[in-house]
C-alpha cells in the first residue's frame, strides 16, 4: 500500500484518509475492516497489484467500500503489478493483467494507474481507465542537473527517453541489444562521446536491473564523468536497488512504489487526471 | 492443489491431468502455463481458495483454461477459504467469500465446493454453485469401529452430528458454549455417562481446534476409553494437527486439504454431483 502517494493526494484534493483495520486469523485469512462511514462519499482505494497478498488485500478493500454503497469509487494503482503479462505470448498462458484489470472493474467505476508497462492492459477494462504518463516530474526533477545524453535501455523505451531529452533540450538514444542465442544478450551502447559526460539512463521498470548494471559496468570504462539512473517503477528484484547504487552516481525512482529512492511524486499527476475525470 | 482428488476424480471420471508449468518471475510475480491443448474440451480447475497465493494461482489458471476455449470450464473448490467471512459482521468489512465467489464465477460455468461453513456463499455466484455434503464417506470410515456417542463441538453443528449418529444407530449430542466475557467461553460437556465408552467428535473444520482440544482434555478425565476426531476440512492452524493427535486415539479428516490424516476421499461424492449436473 502506498502510503506516501495516499497522504500526497488527500492533501491535493483535501480529502480524508480513512482508517483501516487489518489484521490475520489464526489460518492465515486476512481480515480488514474500513473505519469510516463511507456511504454517499466520493471514495478512492490505493493499492498496487504488485504480490499476491497486496492483490487479495485490494480486492477486500475494494468490495469493503462497495458494500458501504460510496457516491463513487475510484481505483487507483500507481503500479499496476503483472502488467507484462498483457497478452499470451504461449498457448495455455494467462492474460494475468486482464484477470486483475476485470476483478478491480467488479468493485470500481473507474481505474487510474501510472506508466502501464503497455497499454493494452487499458482495453481488457469494462470501466474507463486511465493510463497515466510521467514526463513533467522528471523533467522537473533533472532540469537544473546537467545531463548531456538520455539513454534508453532498449528501443521500446526510446519514445520516452526522447520526450524527455526533447524538453531538456538533449541528444536522445537507445542501447541495441541482440539476442545470440537463449542464454546470451549482445548489447550495443550508442556510438557517442562519453568523455567527461552526465548520462541520464531512464526506463518505465527497474526489476532485475540486467541491463542497466551491465551498460553502467561498460560505461565506467568510457571515461564518463556522472551516471544518473532514472525510472518510473522501482521494483528492485533480487537487491538490485543495491546493485545499481553501488555503481551509479544517482539513483532515482518515482513514489508509484515506495522506496528510499523515491525521490519524484506522481501525486500531482494522479491527481489532475481524477480531477479531469471529476470535471468531465 | 488438491492432488489426491484431482487424481482419484481423474480415475472416476477416466479424464486426463494436464500439467502445468509454474514458475515465479524474478520479480516474484506467477507465472503459468496449461501444457495441453484444451480447445473444445469439458475442463475442471481444481484448487482451494486457502492462502492469498492459492487464490491468486487459481484466478489465473481458471483464465488460462478460459481463454483456450474450451466446452465447458467447471470450478471445483473442494476447501472454499473464506467462507466464514460470508456476511459482514461490522460495517466496513468486506463480503470476503462473496468476492471470490464473484472472482471465480467470471470464468467458470459452474462451481462444486464441499460442506462449506455457510450455504450463504452458494447465493453470492452468478454460475450454478454445488455445495456438497459428505456424509456417507463418513459413515463408511466408522461403521465398523466401536462408536458409543457422537458429539459435536457446538450446537451449530448438531446435525452434522445427528445425521452421522442415525446412520451409525447412536446418540448425538453437542457441547454447550457459553460466553462469558471477551476472554472466557464457558464449555459444558453432555451430561452422559463416558466410563469405557467411545466418542466420536465430529466438525466441519479444524483451524486452531480449541474446543476440540479443551473437550479432549476434560474427556481423558472422564474414564472415557476412546476419543476419535473427525472434520471435513483439516485446516490445522498452527500445528493444531500435533497437539490434537497428541491427546485424542484416533484423527480423522477429508482430503479437501490434504495431510497424512486425510483417510477420507470426497473424490465420490464430488464426482457424483459433476454427472449428475452433467445429465441434468
New interface residues.
Partial sequence: MAHGISAKLASILSADISEVERKR??????????????SGQDVIVIGNTK???D??EY???L??VR??DPKSLTAIIPYF??A??HM?Y???????S??FT??IG?YADRIISVELHNDQTVKYSKVPFNNIKILNPIYEHFKNKDIDYIISPDDGGYDRARNLADKLHVEAYYINKKRIDANTVQMNLPDINYKNKNVLLVDDII??GGTIIRASQELKESGINQINVCAIHG?F??NSDKKISGIVNNLVVTDTIESKYSKITTAGEIASALLNKIRA
Fill in positions: 486469523f489464526p489460518d492465515n485469512e486476512m481480515y480488514l475492516r474500513v473505519k469510516e462511514d463511507l504480490n499476491d497478498s492483490i487479495i480486492l477486500l478493500l468490495n469493503a458494500e458501504e503489478g503483472y507484462r503479462q499470451k504461449h498457448d495455455g498462458e494467462p492474460i494475468s486482464k484477470v476485470r476483478a467488479e526489476s532485475t521494483v528484484a533480487g
